[in-house]
Structure formats: structure tokens, C-alpha cells
């Protein structure tokens, strides 16, 4: 028989690939907000994953082996959400024996001491990498064979991601949009790094682990690579800019040292350009 598997954030982005990609497992997909799309052979539930009640009754219904915690990683308005979700996940899951992943952020780090291992001393200095903080940490108190997956920037190649999507309709406008050139991130095919989770999923590995892009790029690099991969032009209304110019408080460089990923996973972690080269080998072989 298939694992069990649930997915949180079913209809989330990296959820949602992760469903689609699931084919090894009886899968299953929380729903809170979002409208789930239809994905074959996965079912779906609401649940309130900060209501014990529903957490409980979902589990008792699923009968999982496996969780894979997406949900409430948004950095939007609900981030009060992050730590008392994963808290009471993880608690469930360990008191069940249920393996438990959970997706944390490299936001959790300030941006100052880079490259960040695993060990390395956390200091988030935003809002969403407090409460990601705060869920590691309540977490790996509740769970000890819990996985914490540090990630960064996902990105789709086949249908633009959210940000793109803002970047390429920029290109159509007037409006000034800067992208920085001093804000370094590992950016992830989101493909690539559901696959991970999905070879995670059937390991034992436990403790934090860092899963990014091999290739440290900073935002304008990442933009222009993205319009020229969906062949869009950028226009002179998208310019090079900087944190310190933007007022903005951001870390400004969370490149990953992912070196125990790169032992430990039989999946590669894919640059962007090599992601780009799978992508267009799949579409021939189609």
C-alpha cells in the first residue's frame, strides 16, 4: 500500500505541487481559505489548523504516516497563525508517531553573517521570520523527530509564480518597480523542491535542514532571468535598486550553505539554469 500522506496548504503553492507530484502516496490536502483545483486521486478537507478539535478530527478521518506542513508560511496579514499551527501539529503528530515536516523560512536569520548552516544562530529582524522562528522552536520542543525545512524564494518555469506574474505585468505599465541588487537568496524551482519533500518524506532524517537553489542570486539577477525565460522584455520602468535606497527592513544576504542537503538527498538541487534545461526536457519527451 501507498504511505499516507497530508499535505497542509493543499491548494497553496508549493502544496499544490506537492499533490500533483505525489503519486507514490495516498495523498491528502488541507484547505482553509483557498479554493483547491481538482488533482487526481488527492481528497480534500477543510480544517482550521489552529482548532484542536478540527486538527484532531482530520487526523482520526486521514490516518496519516506522514505530514508535510505548507500551510500558514504566507508572510501576508495572518501570520498570528504560524506558531500555534505548527505547535499543535507537531504535538499531534508525536503523540500519533506520525512523521512530520514542517517548511520554515531563511528568513529566520538577519542577513549579516552569511552563509547560514543549519547551526547557525537565528535573528530574524521581520515579523514573518519572528513567527517562523517561533514555530522552529516550538517545533523541535514537541516533535524530536520532527524535519524543519529552511528554504528560500520558490519559483515556477511552467506558469509564471505570484511575483513573477507581478514583474511581467509590470513590464505593460509605467509604474517604477525596483528590484534589488544587494538582496541575496537561493532561489528553489518549486518542482525541485517538492521533490525533496517527497524523498524527505520517506526518511528518517531528523533536525533542521537547509534546501535551497545551489546559486546565491540577487534579486535583479533573479527577475531578469525569469522575464527572459518566459520571453518577456523587461522595460525601462524596471530598475536596479537597493534595501538601503527602498527604507525597507530586510535581510540583505540569506545565501544557505546547503552542503548536508547535498549529501544526504538523492534528489539534486537545481540552479536556475539547470531547472530551465529539465524543464524543457520534459516538455520533448511529452
Known amino acids: 500500500m501507498k504511505p499516507r500522506l497530508l499535505v497542509t496548504g493543499g491548494a497553496g503553492f508549493l502544496g499544490s505541487h506537492l499533490l500533483h507530484q505525489a503519486a507514490n502516496f495516498s495523498a491528502t490536502g488541507t484547505l482553509h481559505r483557498t479554493a483547491a483545483t481538482s488533482i487526481p486521486d488527492v481528497s480534500f478537507h477543510v480544517c ?14 486521514v490516518k496519516p504516516e506522514i505530514i508535510i506542513h ?18 499543535l501539529l507537531a504535538a499531534q503528530a ?7 515536516i514542517h517548511l520554515s523560512t531563511d528568513q529566520v536569520f538577519d542577513g549579516m553573517t552569511a552563509p547560514y548552516h543549519e547551526g547557525s544562530e537565528m535573528n530574524p529582524i521581520n515579523p514573518y521570520g519572528t513567527a517562523k522562528f517561533q514555530a ?9 523527530k520532527a524535519t524543519i525545512v529552511r528554504t528560500s524564494l520558490l519559483y515556477d518555469l511552467r506558469i509564471p509564480d505570484r511575483q513573477t506574474k507581478q514583474l511581467i505585468q509590470t513590464t505593460k505599465t509605467e509604474e517604477p518597480y525596483n528590484l534589488f541588487t544587494d538582496e541575496f537568496r537561493c532561489p528553489i524551482w518549486v518542482e525541485n523542491l517538492a521533490e525533496v519533500l517527497l ?11 537547509n534546501v535551497g537553489g545551489p ?21 525601462p520602468n524596471i530598475k536596479k535598486g537597493t534595501i538601503e535606497e527602498s527604507g525597507l527592513v530586510r535581510p540583505q544576504n ?12 538523492a534528489t539534486p538541487l537545481l540552479s536556475l539554469d ?4 529539465a524543464v524543457k526536457k520534459m516538455q520533448k519527451e511529452a
Not at 508525536?94 to 512530520?100: L, Q, T
Not at 524523498?199 to 535542514?209: C, K, R, S, V
Not at 539577477?221 to 518566459?230: E, I, R, V
Request: net charge negative; aromatic share 4%; proline share 3%.
Open 199 to 209: 524523498e524527505l518524506a520517506q526518511d528518517d532524517y531528523a533536525g533542521i535542514l
Open 94 to 100: 508525536a503523540e500519533r508517531g506520525i512523521r512530520f
Open 136 to 144: 522552529e522552536d516550538l517545533v523541535r520542543s514537541l516533535h524530536t
Open 48 to 61: 482550521d489548523l489552529q482548532q484542536p478539535q478540527e486538527v484532531r478530527i482530520l487526523l482520526d478521518r
Open 215 to 235: 546559486e546565491s542570486l540577487n534579486r535583479w539577477d533573479l527577475g531578469m532571468k525569469l522575464l527572459q525565460h518566459f520571453d518577456v522584455l523587461p522595460t
Open 274 to 277: 539547470e531547472a530551465k534545461k
Open 70 to 87: 505548507t500551510a500558514c508560511s504566507d508572510q501576508g496579514e495572518n501570520l498570528s497563525a504560524i506558531a500555534p499551527a505548527a505547535a
Open 254 to 265: 540569506l545565501t544557505l550553505d546547503l552542503s548536508t542537503a547535498q549529501q544526504l538527498l
